[in-house]
């Protein structure tokens, strides 16, 4: 692929005997990036590790307690439901996320007229995905006097208050997220481009049906694509925050059907006086998308297909 | 430019930066008791509310620089959750707001940590002379005054009476009605609304309501200790009868009330005229009222003439307190002696912040009342109170959270009343123990 060549030109040899001069005048440049890394990420990074092994109530300082926190989060159930959440919350919004992103794709990768003005009409919900202003919204489309239950009371069907009811709650951030799939489908337009036309052309003299060519053609050709979306996504999605923030006030209510495992250790930590806990729990749900990436990659070799 | 330059440019740069945070913290740590700067200071004073309260406190503050030229009160006004957010941070980061907007729920986690000044140390600026000593005492841990109580509140019922009218559903006398009198004309209301109103709009969601049910039946939330010890059956018996009300129709369905129970009063199934019956803190009449443009009435809590001692009780709605840190603790002191003291800043304030504690004050502005101002002052004259419950202790702030949550699962029946009070009480024991 295009990007994956760039990054290896940049790491050629060449690029090592360029003049010290150069070098400095680039880290000159790179500094204010530089110092917010360090002081506004890396330096609260490693604090947030330090912290996962006190007892800290943000107001006295903090007292060392080595693994207490470790072995509360075995018994802890609020925690185990804030992860079972999250994990549902991932394993059902990234695939249907992507396969609404692929199956866009497709069709405007057909030399649809205006393809300009609809990619960027599906791609502007992922700009605003994230966003409180959506997450309002929201919340009054899925209210009990909302856009989705008038709709329905046309057609006869009788709705109630989506969001507030802890069966369908989380499936409502689900949609919300579904619905920010402009972002991966924009990279599967541009992995689509890449797949010459000869090979569907070739493809279509033999005879092969157009599931055929999706299947034999696109899938492997696109699959690096695919899994970069995929890995990307699954982070993404981990470190959801201000859907459920902002839709169950802050609560991950009702009765914690929406409490992603980022909402929890923010509840421990700012509500409920116990940063020390929520540190630990911010390095717990790191170990988990490290997980979940580590086996990504190992199933990689698997499915992946690379081409050059 | 020569690199060299650069790098002593940044040492400066970086040296005096360190040296002005040194400066900076050197400042710190004067007493209370001292005399007022003459040089000008800036307060920085944090408060929750709406809209009407920030535009009174503006008021209030402007009153306040115009007596004291020299001093600067910088206001940051935030909404409920927010605000405790943005107070745990800004404290932690050691840059907590002078003047203080303290509530019941967290006064004893903010305070047993050291964060709150002892305003007893500042008496030589700040007068408490006009309060009731049990006024006094719920803004007090360990004999230290670690905030002042600023309004009181009784839990009350609400009633809209043009529902009751319309219906032709009888007032009741809140002298002597009972819980089964609750039901009945809420379901009266709820069969004549056909749907659309309901009798009652269940309540469940914050400590007020579960405090009153737990003292009806000579039980508390929390003994004196600080452990939660309401008994579990009290505490399902609560839950049971809210679970009933909204099987029988006499409470909106769950989604819908946990819907309206975690939007604003103005979205509250009372200020929208759907239900007929409500639990609020009395001092809400008059937004209330505002809001549905209807009658409303305050009633005592039912079941209080059968229990053995009335279950009501004077909450402070708000303290004011000062930062253990404040550079100016005197000022401090000064600004709120003016908000607790001054008639002309009460004449401002009014009741927006509850029937003022301070009792010349409340007699000060009782003839400047709007007619739902002065009923929700006539209620807390005349309703019978015990002594107010334990303050919220350490560890516990996070209680209203906790009743919400096992209340949904209550009401969606996910669990039973029954397991729903041991779970409760365990947990808000561990979060306690834990503090």
Not at chain 2, 240 to 261: H, K
């Amino acid at each position: 692929m295009s990007a994956l060549g760039e990054l290896r030109r940049l790491r050629a040899p060449g690029a090592r005997t360029r003049r010290h001069r150069d070098n400095r005048a680039a880290f000159l440049f790179l500094s204010p990036w530089f110092a917010g890394l360090l002081l506004i990420t890396a330096g609260p990074i490693a604090v947030s590790f330090l912290l996962g092994f006190t007892d800290y109530n943000l107001i006295q300082p903090p007292a060392f307690t080595g693994l207490d926190n470790v072995t509360r989060m075995l018994s802890d159930e609020r925690l185990h439901q804030s992860l079972g959440v999250t994990v549902t919350y991932v394993l059902v919004s990234v695939p249907l996320q992507l396969a609404c992103a692929l199956g866009l794709a497709m069709l405007l990768d057909r030399g649809l007229r205006g393809l300009a003005f609809y990619r960027s009409a599906f791609y502007l919900p992922s700009l605003l995905g994230s966003s409180v202003a959506i997450a309002v919204l929201w919340r009054q489309i899925f209210g009990a006097d909302g856009l989705v239950n008038q709709l329905l009371d046309v057609v006869g069907v009788a709705g109630r208050g989506w969001i507030s009811d802890p069966g369908t709650a989380l499936s409502t951030l689900v949609v919300l997220n579904v619905w920010t799939f402009g972002a991966p489908m924009v990279i599967f337009l541009a992995g689509l481009r890449q797949i010459p036309v000869m090979y569907y052309e070739a493809a279509a003299v033999d005879g092969a049906s157009r599931w055929t060519q999706f299947r034999r053609i696109t899938v492997p050709l696109l699959s690096p694509i695919i899994f970069f979306n995929l890995v990307l996504q699954i982070i993404h999605a981990f470190q959801s925050f201000t859907q459920a923030f902002v839709v169950s006030g802050g609560s991950g209510g009702p009765s914690d059907s929406t409490l992603f495992a980022t909402l929890y250790l923010y509840q421990r930590g700012f509500n409920n006086f116990d940063m020390g806990y929520a540190s630990a729990l911010a390095w717990l749900l790191l170990a988990i998308i490290a997980v979940f990436t580590a086996v990504n990659f190992w199933a990689a070799k698997y499915w992946v297909f690379y081409d050059d | 430019m020569p690199p060299h330059l650069t790098r002593r440019a940044a040492l400066v740069a970086l040296v005096s930066l360190t040296a002005g945070t040194a400066l900076a913290a050197c400042g710190g740590g004067s007493d209370a008791s001292q005399d007022l700067s003459d040089e000008p200071v800036t307060l920085r004073f944090t408060w929750w509310g709406s809209d009407a309260r920030h535009e009174r406190t503006r008021r209030v503050i402007e009153l306040f620089q115009k007596a004291h030229p020299t001093i600067t009160v910088t206001g940051e006004f935030k909404e409920w959750n927010g605000y405790w957010d943005s107070l745990a941070t800004t404290v932690a980061a050691n840059d907590a707001p002078d003047v203080i907007q303290m509530d019941e729920l967290y006064l004893a986690s903010y305070a047993e940590r050291g964060a709150l000044l002892d305003l007893g140390t500042a008496r030589r600026h700040l007068t408490t002379a006009d309060f009731d000593a049990d006024a006094l005492a719920t803004g007090a841990i360990d004999g230290k005054q670690y905030g002042l109580p600023v309004g009181l509140a009784i839990y009350s019922v609400v009633v809209n009476t043009d529902l009751l009218t319309r219906y032709g559903v009888a007032l009741p006398d809140d002298a002597t009605w009972t819980w089964e009198d609750l039901t009945r004309l809420g379901a009266q209301v709820s069969r004549a609304g056909g749907g659309t109103v309901t009798g009652v709009q269940a309540w469940g969601f914050d400590t007020g309501g579960l405090t009153l049910w737990a003292r009806q039946a000579g039980a508390a939330l929390y003994d004196d200790a600080g452990d939660v010890a309401i008994p579990p059956q009290v505490l399902a018996g609560y839950w049971q009868y809210l679970a009933d009300l909204t099987r029988q129709g006499i409470a909106p369905p769950a989604s819908v009330t946990v819907e309206r129970a975690s939007g604003a009063l103005d979205q509250s199934g009372l200020a929208t005229n759907a239900s007929a019956f409500a639990t609020w803190w009395n001092t809400q009449l008059t937004s209330l009222a505002t809001a549905s443009g209807s009658q409303l009435r305050l009633l005592r809590f039912p079941g209080e003439a059968q229990s053995a001692t009335p279950g009501a009780y004077y909450k402070p709605s708000m303290f004011w307190s000062v930062s253990a840190r404040s550079r100016h603790p005197a000022e401090a002191a000064l600004f709120v002696d003016f908000l607790a003291n001054n008639e002309e800043a009460a004449a401002i304030l009014q009741t927006d912040r509850g029937v003022p504690a301070n009792t010349k004050i409340r007699n000060a502005i009782a003839g400047q009342l709007s007619p739902t101002d002065r009923a929700a002052l006539e209620y807390l004259d005349s309703v019978p109170v015990t002594a107010p419950p334990r303050v919220t202790p350490k560890g516990a702030s996070g209680v209203e959270a906790i009743l919400k949550r096992y209340t949904e699962q209550v009401l969606f029946g996910r669990t039973t009343p029954e397991q729903a009070a041991k779970d409760f009480i365990a947990e808000l024991q561990r979060e306690i123990d834990a503090a």
